[in-house]
């Protein structure tokens, strides 16, 4: 692509630009965009050096911006046209050229915050007919495979253009900004203030984890999921509550506090080195191994009745739920051989943890189930006892799945390997090359996600080949068993470019910059998928092996003897005036593993959620809570004691404002009809976190 140089008075384009033209669509979403649009000294100012537009920016978590190789339209999607010129450019370059730009405009609450920004480069063209910006503009050289390829854009632009202003809507998203950056611990427990009821049977801790301070000295984090691991704890008890949050004294927050630097690399962020050293020390530090953080902020998970918060690296840190302080480190590779686990396990009701895992070795890459007893044969005991119970063989030894989480049933682990690739070469050369961990993962939709199914009882991997066209999930809903088959609910996206969005300067923008962000993304939807096992494997060819009557899921033999999976959306259709749908809970002490009818969720018309949600997934209705400017967290069930129906209790949610006049609040929901009991205020600004767990007490 050739350098631009461009003068622009009053707005007006005065010299043709040299030739650079790069016009892409972004799979699945329709962003259509053209490097046009941006010519101007925006696109030279904006485009880090050296940025892969191809490569995820995802945390121990993960999601990206995916490019498919210019010209190769992957088969599921082969509908969209794809346009290769100008060599390897694209618009997802741009987009992420323009998403990792540092914002450093003030962001405003957002009563005050009505669109101050002028509209996008990108946004504003998309609309317009092509004689605005064809030859006349003198924008384009001549070229017939350029006008022709120019046409498609816009009769696609024609077609898509609505589809990617939100909702269409002329309306800007409001700035969340204040609900992304650095808070105060409140250590002192302090009294929320109650408006309605909080039932006098609910009693117990809510405890949530997230990130909640992004910098240390003048180091900044990038993303979102690198932030340090803030502990948030309600306490409720006979119609009171009160609210504390802490810090956690992982070793990595101690170092970094020490230092007054980031010390240890994250997600999303490359530590540097001491600044204090000689040059020759910098350099040569570059190829010292990385540290490995123990930030872990992710979520709070159980193992022998104890509770410790993990991320996916290989440490998790126990804590007392009372206090929030740290009382000690685990390192899963002293007890067995797996690099890190997952922040989601899986409990049978006797307190047995699964979780999964992967090992790297010579050999390759592993996915690893692993089995924790439920009791300690040692009150100083933590994870002894863990065993690995069945490794699965990554399908590229060096380029292994990532995964966020899994699925049980009462027999079986349903395990995805999905197309968000890890590159462990370039994991391993991070440091020297400069990158973040984030670097190492891209999304590949030119390969299938496939399921495999685990015999948790003896570890046996069932030959079943499940496969379906490429989506990537992070959390999945619930799975069951019926029939001789498994059926697993899941949401899902068909892009796996999710993570690089969520660079904490993204998130930050403001106006129609932070639509742009929103619009890069692909929505969120609950699918079910049917695994038929063993006993159905014999059927002809072709034949679709699910007898499930009630879905219209398939599962169809094919001639190699792989089973093409597809799925039966699990929403009602106007599920998609609520945006996406994720962080799905169940009443999961009495329905995880069984047949269910509600789950629940955020919808996410924003960035983060703004409502909550109810989803009856037999009858396919929904019920929706939702306050203008407010920003639920993960909604979690805790049952009525005692009782039997599925939706018998309430949903606890912490709900936050970027308004600094309002105060946020523990938002307690009838689940069965989704209305308000009460609200519990406090004056303490808290960020938007991840995941969290009720302790009756
Ligand atoms: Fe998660």
């Keep these: 692509m050739k350098s631009t140089k461009l003068n622009i008075k009053n707005g007006i384009f005065k010299k043709t630009i040299i030739p650079k033209v790069c016009l892409h669509q972004r799979k699945g979403d329709k962003h259509w965009g053209s490097e046009r649009s941006f010519g101007s000294r925006r696109l030279q100012a904006e485009r880090p050096a050296g940025k892969n537009p191809r490569s995820v920016e995802a945390a121990w978590a993960c999601h990206v911006i995916c490019a498919l190789p210019d010209g190769k339209a992957n088969a599921a999607d082969s509908s969209f046209p794809r346009f290769g010129l100008g060599g390897s450019s694209c618009l997802q370059k741009m987009m992420a050229s323009q998403l990792v730009k540092p914002d450093t405009r003030n962001c405003k609450r957002p009563r005050e915050l009505e669109p101050q920004m002028p509209d996008s480069p990108q946004l504003s063209s998309l609309g317009k007919s092509d004689s605005s910006l064809s ?6 050289y001549k070229d017939e495979a350029l006008e022709k390829d120019l046409n498609v854009l816009k009769k696609y632009m ?9 909702f269409g809507q002329e309306k800007t998203l409001p700035c969340i900004a204040p609900l992304l950056t650095t808070v105060e611990e409140t250590p002192q427990v302090i009294s929320a203030g109650v408006q309605g009821h909080f039932p006098e049977w609910l009693s117990g801790y809510l405890l949530r984890v997230g990130p909640g301070k992004f910098e240390f000295g003048k180091d900044k984090y990038n993303h979102w999921f690198d932030g340090m691991a803030l502990l948030h704890q309600f306490k409720v008890e006979k119609g009171t509550v009160t609210y504390r949050s802490k810090f956690l004294q992982s070793d990595t927050y101690k170092a970094n506090s020490d230092r007054d630097r980031i010390v240890i690399s994250e997600f999303g ?4 080195p001491d600044p204090c050293k000689n040059v020759f020390e910098r350099f040569m530090s570059k190829f010292e191994k990385p540290a490995i953080t123990d930030n872990t902020n992710v979520n709070y998970v159980l193992y022998k009745g104890d509770y410790y918060l ?11 739920i009372e206090t929030l302080e740290k009382t000690e480190k685990v390192n899963w590779t002293k007890f067995i051989a797996v690099n890190g686990a997952t922040a989601h396990p899986h409990y049978d009701p006797d307190g047995t943890t699964y979780n999964m895992g992967n090992s790297y070795g010579k050999h390759g890459s592993c996915y690893n189930v692993i089995r924790v007893p439920p009791e300690k044969s040692d009150p100083g005991e933590t994870i002894h006892g863990a065993q690995v119970i069945c490794s699965i063989a ?5 380029r292994p799945s990532y995964y966020h989480s899994f699925g049980m049933t009462r027999n079986y682990i349903i395990f995805i390997e999905q197309p968000l690739k890890i590159n462990l070469w370039r994991i391993i050369s991070s440091k020297i090359r400069g990158k973040a961990f984030s670097d190492g993962i891209s999304w590949e939709p030119q390969y299938n996600t496939r399921f495999h199914v685990v015999d948790k009882h003896t570890g046996q991997l069932l030959p079943g080949m499940y496969f379906s066209k490429p989506f990537v999930t992070f959390h999945q809903i619930n799975a069951f068993e019926d029939q001789g088959c498994v059926v697993i609910d899941l949401c899902c996206q068909d892009d796996g470019g999710i993570l690089e969005v969520y660079q904490l300067q993204n998130l930050r923008k403001t106006g129609k910059e932070l639509d742009q962000v929103y619009n890069l993304i692909a929505r969120n939807s609950p699918r079910r998928f049917v695994l038929p096992l063993l006993g159905n494997l014999n059927a002809p060819e072709g034949e679709n092996l699910s007898p499930l009557t009630y879905s219209s899921a398939s599962a169809v033999k094919q001639a190699d003897g792989k089973i093409w999976c597809s799925y039966e959306n699990l929403y009602p259709e106007d599920l998609k ?5 994720e962080f799905p809970q169940i009443n999961y002490g009495q329905f995880n593993g069984k ?22 997934v037999v009858n396919k209705t929904r019920r929706v809570w939702r306050e203008d400017g407010f920003y639920p967290s993960e909604p979690v069930f805790v049952p009525v004691p005692g009782a039997s129906k599925e939706d018998d209790g309430v949903i606890l949610s912490v709900v936050i404002t970027p308004n600094q ?22 004056p303490v600004q808290m960020p938007y976190g991840f995941h969290g767990t009720f302790v009756t007490i």
């Design 135 to 140: 030859e006349s503009s003198g924008l384009f």
């Design 158 to 166: 024609e077609k898509t253009h609505q589809k990617t202003v939100i």
């Design 269 to 272: 962020t490359l530590a540097l």
């Design 310 to 320: 993990s991320t996916e690296t290989n440490f998790m840190n126990k804590v007392d």
């Design 394 to 398: 990554s399908e590229e030894g060096m």
């Design 577 to 581: 005036e609520e945006g996406s749908i």
């Design 595 to 616: 047949k269910y009818q509600f789950f629940y969720g955020c919808g996410f018309r924003h960035l983060v959620g703004d409502s909550l949600i109810k989803v009856d």
């Design 661 to 682: 006049n309002k105060k946020n609040f523990l938002l307690v929901l009838d689940a069965k009809n989704f209305e308000e009991l009460g609200r519990a205020e406090v």
